[in-house]
């Protein structure tokens, strides 16, 4: 009769991911695993125990969920910064940390009707070329406000836009003359009225302004995606605002927080930019009517916050790095170690924090 399998050599021959910690049975099934999870660098994870996550917010349900792994919860009750999720050297530094990263809200530009507001420095392309010193490109910041068209109100018509520089510096606000008549003014969330759309500016004017910012003055046909001048346009849930300004900008340029993947529901469902910005920022918006500079201001400090994560990548050198899974022969994958494996998975979304680096390709 056959002995029975010892359980502690069963559990010495299991295959660990290195970044989520699964184990599996077989290096098959670890290869496989690996192969759909993603796992990069860029990943969120724990500062506790480094265990990598699809989102923030898988890292919280992490630290904090019903199913908390309760190591990482007490270190990080006492020394983790629940906006960042960093985790602090001592309760000091976590002190010292929060002043920072709990910021204020922005000072609302209210609804009083005003001429359009078009900030010239922008143009000139030195204040911003300066101070990036040659990392990465320039972001613009955008939001629009809608009110509704048709016979039931259910077409949204930009009524109002706000872009906002790196600086939340406002460099162009303007009220929009909609191109059909307006039905529901949505004044409970919008504050428009019909005064404000009585001498606002006409959508082409409008969309030949936004687009002397966004290409920092140079023609439109000649610039290239790769130029110095051109900038990120910022937003959330940014191709809905684009639509309705009738406006088209290249995928590549655009920096949506409603859809990346770090700031995504586990789910991968967007989360409102309301619950982002008390979340992340530490802060409320939108408690009543939704002012553009606002949310504009909360959106870019979400970018700015995400672009500057700090993911260096340390001893991935070598010529497997990056190349990915499907250039190497299944036989070959078996033979690496579960650290080999996680050197050439690479993340299935481009990280933000690429955005300064200077090797950063907008096209990719």
């Known amino acids: ?32 695993h690996m192969k759909i999870s993603y796992h990069s660098v860029h990943q969120p994870r724990c500062g506790v125990c480094q265990k990598h996550c699809k989102s923030f917010e898988s890292v919280r349900e992490h630290i904090s969920g019903p199913l908390a792994k309760s190591n ?8 983790g910064c629940n906006l960042c999720l960093k985790v602090l050297d001592s309760p000091a530094a976590l002190n010292e940390h929060k002043q920072k990263c709990c910021l204020n ?15 010239h420095v922008i143009l000139s392309g030195s204040i911003m070329d300066e101070r990036h010193n040659g990392k990465g490109h320039g972001a613009i910041a955008i939001d629009c ?14 009524a109002r836009v706000c872009l906002v520089d790196e600086d939340e510096n406002l460099i162009f606000h ?20 019909e005064d404000h759309l009585r001498d606002a500016m006409p959508l082409n004017e409008v969309q030949d302004k936004i687009l002397k910012i966004l290409y920092n003055g140079e023609s439109v046909g000649r610039i290239r995606l790769d130029g110095e001048k051109v900038r990120l346009l910022v937003g959330h849930g940014i191709q809905h605002d684009l639509d309705c300004l009738r406006m088209k900008y290249p995928g590549q340029l655009l920096r949506d927080t409603a859809k990346y993947r770090p700031l995504m529901k586990t789910n991968l469902l967007s989360h409102s930019l309301k619950h982002l910005t008390k979340t992340y920022l530490g802060y409320d918006i939108q408690s009543g009517i939704h002012d553009p500079y606002e949310d504009c201001i909360s959106v870019m400090r979400l970018y700015k916050r995400m672009r500057g994560q700090d993911h260096q990548v340390e001893g991935l050198g070598n010529e497997r ?44």
Not at 19 to 30: D, E, I, N, S
């Open 72 to 79: 990482c919860s007490k270190i990080f009750l006492n020394q």
């Open 321 to 364: 790095a990056n190349s990915g899974f499907d250039s190497i022969r299944s036989t070959e994958l078996e033979k690496l170690t579960p650290d080999e494996l996680y050197e050439i998975s690479i993340s299935d979304y481009k990280c933000w924090c690429l955005d300064l680096s200077k090797e950063c390709s907008l096209g990719s």
């Open 105 to 119: 809200a922005p000072v609302p530009l209210g609804t009083k009707i005003m001429p359009c507001i078009e900030s």
């Open 145 to 158: 406000e809608m009110v509704g068209g048709g016979s039931d109100g259910s077409i949204d018509l930009c």
């Open 1 to 32: 009769m056959a002995s029975e399998p010892d359980p502690s050599e069963s559990r010495t021959q299991r295959h660990k991911c290195p970044a989520c910690y699964k184990q599996f049975k077989r290096k098959l099934h670890l290869i496989e």
């Open 174 to 193: 303007t009220y929009v003359q909609p191109q059909i008549p307006v039905s529901n003014y949505r004044y409970e969330v919008t504050g428009v009225t």
